[in-house]
């Protein structure tokens, strides 16, 4: 029911923005987020945005580099990431709650499949 799309390979420095797509179910009123696994790690918090879109929040560590944004008209949540770093690597799934955004991910009810970010130095 969400799927995400938009990763690659890019060079440090580089730029990429993220989507999922909901299908099947109208997520306009959840809560959004997105979470990253880096390779061999457990599932981080990176930001995440309420079903308004009128509240956003980020890890500290993409603060300033990375923008959460929505549109629910296309059923779909972004995520763009500026300035890209290699420590930026990982699978970056997007979740679906239906309650208040917490950064826990056991907290989100919908998953996407994840797509794969990698940044070489």
């Known amino acids: 029911q969400l799927q995400a799309s938009g990763g690659g390979l890019v060079q440090a420095g580089d730029s990429l923005r993220l989507s999922c797509t909901a299908s099947g179910r109208t997520f306009g009123s959840y809560g959004m987020g997105w979470f990253r696994q880096p390779p061999g790690q457990d599932r981080d918090f990176v930001a995440a945005i309420r079903w308004s879109g009128s509240n956003t929040y980020y890890a500290d560590s993409v603060k300033g580099r990375f923008t959460i944004s929505r549109d629910n008209a296309k059923n779909t949540v972004y995520l763009q990431m500026n300035n890209l770093k290699p420590e930026d690597t990982a699978v970056y799934y997007c979740?679906?709650?239906?309650?208040?955004?917490?950064?826990?991910?056991?907290?989100?009810?919908?998953w996407g499949q994840g797509t794969l970010v990698t940044v070489s130095s």
């Open positions: 979740a679906a709650r239906s309650g208040v955004i917490t950064q826990t991910p056991s907290n989100y009810e919908y």
